[in-house]
Each structure stands twice: as structure tokens, then as C-alpha cells.
T-cell receptor
Framework: SQKIEQNSEALNIQEGKTATLTCNYT??????LQWYRQDPGRGPVFLLL?????KEKRKERLKVTFDTTLKQSLFHITASQPADSATYLC???????????FGKGTMLLVSP | KAGVTQTPRYLIKTRGQQVTLSCSPI?????VSWYQQTPGQGLQFLFE???????NKGNFPGRFSGRQFSNSRSEMNVSTLELGDSALYLC????????????FGEGSRLTVL
């Protein structure tokens, strides 16, 4: 079965540093990976999508990489701010299959 | 454009009862998915509807069902509620492109006593 794993331990960093979150998957490589942000009691919000033929994607302070050899995606937030504190979810789906499988998410805490 | 709207936001039921949750997708979105979120299991896929047809179904018992109407609005129903059904139920919509991102609602928080 498809599995997607994210570090269950919260990541604590200081404001201004770069946060790096990891997403590992098993079995076949997905057609693409997506990253979402979720605040407590709210629904997830889409951040970035990266396709299997893309190595890197950027959006403002966010950067996502995709390594199909390592079966891993890294999510970076540069110049992090306390407002970036949230749970970040990774999601994948295989080619031709539309349903997304989500990881359990990693909580990021940015302290001033 | 209005976002995905879910009702009710919070509800409390007792074991054995049944519940119906509603979801109005973003205008123009024909695909609606439902997810259950619990602290231990994370986001678990329930089912997806497209043009009133169930396209995919997750690994949940038959007590969980859903439907989609001609205006793309969707409902999900859980019968014979169990304590373990307590969760945040999230609805998400997207365009009919398979590779599109999901737009989530704020969820319906169900507590089963």
C-alpha cells in the first residue's frame, strides 16, 4: 500500500532561520507531491505542488525539492517567522490515480 | 469566489445515532472529496464524488456513505455512530483536473459520546 511518512516530532526553530521538513514515501513514485499548511481547528491550505520531473519549486519564501531516487521531498521555509508556526502536510498520488494520500504532518514552531 | 463551506461546524452525538454532514464546493468545482482527520491516524480518505458519481472510496466500513447532487453539493452520512468516529471531517473540492490541488473547508467537528 502507499505510505507517506513525515517526522512526527515537532520542529522548533528560531525566527529568521530556515525550517526544513521531510516527506518520505514508499512504493512507486507519485506523479506529483503537494504540500499543505494546517492551523489548529482549520482545514488544510494548499501551498505548493511539484511534479516528478521537477527537481525544485519555489514560491516566495517557500522551496520544495523532489528526489525520486531517495523517494523524498524536502520543504524549506527561509527567514521563518512566528506566523509560519503550523502543521505542514505532505500528500502524493500515483500516476493516473486522483486520490491524494496524506502524511500525518509535522508541526513547526517558530519562536521569536 | 466563496470557499468550500461545511455545515455544521460542530456537533455532538451519542453512540448509535446517525449524522449527516454537508459540503458546498467552490463554484465551478465538480469534484468533492471527504477526509476524516484524527490525531492518531491523520487525514484518511473517505470517498470522492464527481458529477454525482462516486469515483473512489477509502477503506471505511459501510456505515460511512455519501452522495453528490446535481449542483455539486455533497453530503456524507455516518450511521450507528461509534466512539471512534469522533473526528474532524473535512470536505475538499477541486476542478475536474486530476492533478489539481484540493481546496478544503474548515471541517465539521464530530464528537460521539
Amino acid at each position: 500500500s502507499q505510505k507517506i511518512e513525515q517526522n512526527s516530532e515537532a520542529l522548533n526553530i528560531q525566527e529568521g532561520k530556515t525550517a526544513t521538513l521531510t516527506c518520505n514515501y514508499t512504493n512507486y513514485s507519485p506523479a506529483y507531491l503537494q504540500w499543505y499548511r494546517q492551523d489548529p481547528g482549520r482545514g488544510p491550505v494548499f501551498l505548493l505542488l511539484i511534479r516528478e520531473n521537477e527537481k525544485e519549486k519555489r514560491k516566495e519564501r517557500l522551496k520544495v525539492t523532489f528526489d525520486t531516487t531517495l523517494k523524498q521531498s524536502l520543504f524549506h521555509i527561509t527567514a521563518s517567522q512566528p506566523a509560519d508556526s503550523a502543521t505542514y502536510l505532505c500528500a502524493k498520488n500515483p500516476p493516473g490515480y486522483s486520490t491524494l494520500t496524506f502524511g500525518k504532518g509535522t508541526m513547526l514552531l517558530v519562536s521569536p | 469566489k466563496a470557499g468550500v463551506t461545511q455545515t455544521p461546524r460542530y456537533l455532538i452525538k451519542t453512540r448509535g445515532q446517525q449524522v449527516t454532514l454537508s459540503c458546498s464546493p467552490i463554484s465551478g468545482h465538480r469534484s468533492v472529496s471527504w477526509y476524516q482527520q484524527t490525531p492518531g491516524q491523520g487525514l484518511q480518505f473517505l470517498f470522492e464524488y464527481f458529477s454525482e458519481t462516486q469515483r473512489n472510496k477509502g477503506n471505511f466500513p459501510g456505515r460511512f456513505s455519501g452522495r453528490q447532487f446535481s449542483n455539486s453539493r455533497s453530503e456524507m452520512n455516518v450511521s450507528t455512530l461509534e466512539l471512534g468516529d469522533s473526528a474532524l471531517y473535512l470536505c475538499a473540492s477541486r476542478t475536474d483536473r486530476n492533478t489539481g490541488e484540493l481546496f478544503f473547508g474548515e471541517g465539521s467537528r464530530l464528537t460521539v459520546l
